[in-house]
């Protein structure tokens, strides 16, 4: 009878401890679950001609702007022409991979890297950026050999600098052509 009546205590205790763990923990997934698939993002926080651009056409049917890079968009000189350009995180709607969509306003288009359309760099062609978790504007300067890369280029416009945190990294810039990828270090 002793050892039942031990059992029933444990149960009880259990039941209550859960019940106390429970609560602390639904709130710690309130506040910090909607940050583990990346910031809700409004289209409405871009500029105007790039917002009317995400939202139809061939870039509304593909692709979508994508909240888990931090900001989700960029803004710089990226071709040398004087006039603003835009950096977007996206994800393709088909298969999911991940890229960028950078809005050169001189050609008022996107050209799309990865997101499902190849890319070269790091010696290598990619399609998802998945594995990139840091992403900035680089201004225009003379860059540094980087590692194993060749001679460094020289910028027309600002670039933009992605990587992995606390790994390697690399400029996206645009030779007058194409955007292209220069290794900066690993």
């Given at each position: 009878m002793m050892d039942c009546s031990l059992e029933i205590v444990r149960r009880e205790t259990l039941k209550m401890s859960c019940k106390r763990l429970f609560l602390p923990a639904l709130v710690i997934v309130s506040l910090f679950g909607s940050h583990l698939g990346g910031q809700e993002i409004?289209?409405?926080?871009?500029?105007?001609?790039?917002?009317?651009?995400?939202?139809?056409?061939?870039?509304?049917?593909?692709?979508?702007?994508?909240?888990?890079m931090n900001p989700f968009y960029l803004r710089g000189?990226?071709?040398?022409?004087?006039?603003?350009?835009?950096?977007?995180?996206?994800?393709?709607?088909?298969?999911?991979?991940?890229?960028?969509?950078?809005?050169?306003s001189s050609l008022h288009r996107f050209i799309i890297l990865g997101a499902a359309s190849p890319f070269k760099f790091a010696g290598s062609t990619e399609s998802n950026f998945d594995n990139l978790n840091v992403w900035q504007v680089c201004g225009?300067?003379?860059?540094?050999?980087?590692?194993?890369?060749g001679p460094p280029p020289k910028l027309l416009g600002e670039a933009i600098l992605v990587g992995?945190?606390?790994?390697?990294?690399?400029l996206i810039f645009w030779n007058?052509?194409?955007f292209k990828?220069?290794?900066q270090g690993d």
């Open positions: 409004e289209p409405e926080n871009i500029p105007g001609d790039v917002h009317q651009a995400v939202e139809s056409g061939r870039f509304a049917e593909s692709y979508k702007l994508d909240g888990t000189d990226f071709d040398g022409d004087g006039k603003i350009d835009y950096a977007l995180w996206i994800k393709a709607k088909a298969g999911g991979a991940t890229g960028i969509a950078i809005w050169l225009k300067r003379s860059v540094e050999q980087g590692v194993e890369a992995r945190s606390e790994s390697g990294s690399g007058g052509r194409s990828w220069y290794q």
